[in-house]
């Protein structure tokens, strides 16, 4: 009867600490947290492959063939230094001089790609600064009759998006024929034609490997 008595005593000491019982409880918690997090993580990550999948791969990440846009391009494959951005390049919150590293990495990705193909794709003007803007806004209103007419062609300063370095003008030297190049492949680096009226303006509205927007009739319509 003694042993019997004894014996209970320890299992409830067991089993009633209340200190171990709370560490317990935690250490269950965190492993169901860490489990939750885990899956979420890699269905996101299925997510951004199953997206890039509809890109005909493999594609050329500079001067190197890859076989996976998202992991390759954006992530690893060419490098910190060149990657290519994850999402859209919107408008910088502070003031810049020089063409966003993500739209520069993306045109030279896409060139590099155009030139296996025997297309040479060049930029003719990427940033621009403010006075350089407001100069060619100044002269298309003299050429257009008004600054309503002249913005279908050229944004003022506060509008474009080259003084935000995000806007690159291209051309194909020697090639007029190819001018569609880049509004045909830009989405799988994430450009995009912006304009029906400029063939030439790129702008990275995309993640690379989605699908860009349609077109809008020309720049005015984008500040009205
Ligand atoms: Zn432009």
Redesign the pocket.
Known sequence: MAQKISVTTKVLKGSMNSKEFKIQVLMLLGLVLATFISTEYSKSQDAQEQKVSEVALPLRCFETEIDSLWRSVVKEGCGSDKSLGAGNISEPKTEVTDLNIYVKNRFLAAQSMARKEGINLVIT?GFRTADRQEYLFKRAIAKYGSAKEASKWVLPPNK???PDGI???VNYPGNQVETKWLEKNGFKYGLCRVYKN?W??FESLVAPGEKCPALVPNAQTKIE
Do not use: G, N, Q
């Open positions: 003007s474009s998006h080259h806007a690159l003008d400029e030439w303006h």
